[in-house]
C-alpha cells in the first residue's frame, strides 16, 4: 500500500509564484490534514476535511487554499508564496468515526526566496 | 483552547540507559487522546505510542512506555534500554473526540541525542 503520497519532496519558490502541493491518500480515509512544522514550533494545523467537498480552516490558514473534491486527494494551494511560507508541510489523514492515528505523509520542504 | 507543552528542547542518554521526557498540556474536555510522535532524520512522523484519557493505565509498546497523570494534565514518555536508532525529535500531541476529530495540537518537540 502506497499510504499517503506527498509531491513534490522538494520546492524552491520566488516570492509571489503560486504552486500546488499535492497529497493523495489510498487507503479510504475521510479525514485529510495538512500541518506545517517551523523550527521551534512544532506541527501547526492549516487546513482540514471530514470528508469530500468539506473543508475548515486550522490554526495558520492564511495565504493557503484547499479542496476535497475526491476522497483520495486533497491539494494544498499558496496562491501567492511569501518568505514566511518557507516550511516543511506534512500531509495525514486518517479513518473516520473514532480515529486511532493519523497516518502522516513524507513532507515537502519549501523554500521561498 | 487545548496547548500541549514539552519543557525540554533537548535531552541526551547513554546507549542502554532510560530516559523520560516530559509532556503537559491543558484542556477543559474529559475524552481526549494522547500520542507520542517520533521524528528521524529522515523526516517521517512516527507513531511511538497512544493513550485514552479515560484509560487508567499506562500505555507501553516494548521499549516506550508512558505516565500518564489525568488530573496533573501530565503525559510523559519513558524509553528504556536506549538504541542508537532513538535519536530522534520526539512530540508530544493531544486530540479529541469532538466535530474536528483528528485534528491534534502538538507539542514543539524534543531533539534525543543519544550517545554510544
Known amino acids: 500500500n502506497a499510504g499517503v503520497t506527498q509531491t513534490p519532496k522538494f520546492q524552491v519558490l520566488k516570492t509571489g509564484q503560486s504552486m500546488t502541493l499535492q497529497c493523495a491518500q489510498d487507503?479510504?480515509?475521510?479525514?485529510m490534514s495538512w500541518y506545517r512544522q517551523d523550527p521551534g514550533m512544532g506541527l501547526r494545523l492549516i487546513h482540514y476535511s471530514v470528508g469530500a467537498g468539506i473543508t475548515d480552516q486550522g490554526e495558520v490558514p492564511n495565504g493557503y487554499n484547499v479542496s476535497r473534491s475526491t476522497t483520495e486527494d486533497f491539494p494544498l494551494r499558496l496562491l501567492s508564496a511569501a518568505p514566511s511560507q518557507t516550511s516543511v508541510y506534512f500531509c495525514?489523514?486518517?479513518?473516520?468515526?473514532?480515529?486511532?492515528?493519523?497516518?502522516f505523509g513524507s513532507g515537502t520542504q519549501l523554500s521561498v526566496l | 483552547a487545548q496547548t500541549v507543552t514539552q519543557s525540554q528542547p533537548e535531552m541526551s542518554v547513554q546507549e542502554a540507559e532510560t530516559v523520560t521526557l516530559s509532556c503537559t498540556y491543558d484542556?477543559?474536555?474529559?475524552?481526549?487522546?494522547l500520542f507520542w510522535y517520533k521524528q528521524p532524520p529522515s523526516r517521517q512522523m512516527i507513531l511511538v505510542i497512544r493513550q485514552e484519557a479515560y484509560k487508567q493505565q499506562n500505555a507501553t509498546e516494548n521499549r516506550f512506555s508512558v505516565n500518564f497523570q489525568k488530573a496533573a494534565k501530565s503525559f510523559s514518555l519513558k524509553i528504556s534500554d536506549s538504541q542508537l536508532g532513538d535519536a530522534a525529535m520526539y512530540f508530544c500531541?493531544?486530540?479529541?473526540?469532538?466535530?474536528?476529530?483528528?485534528?491534534?495540537?502538538f507539542g514543539k518537540g524534543t531533539k534525543l541525542s543519544v550517545k554510544p
Open positions: 487507503m479510504n480515509h475521510e479525514y
Open positions: 495525514a489523514s486518517s479513518y473516520g468515526g473514532r480515529r486511532e492515528k493519523l497516518f
Open positions: 484542556t477543559s474536555e474529559s475524552d481526549y487522546y
Open positions: 500531541a493531544w486530540g479529541n473526540y469532538g466535530g474536528s476529530q483528528g485534528n491534534l495540537i
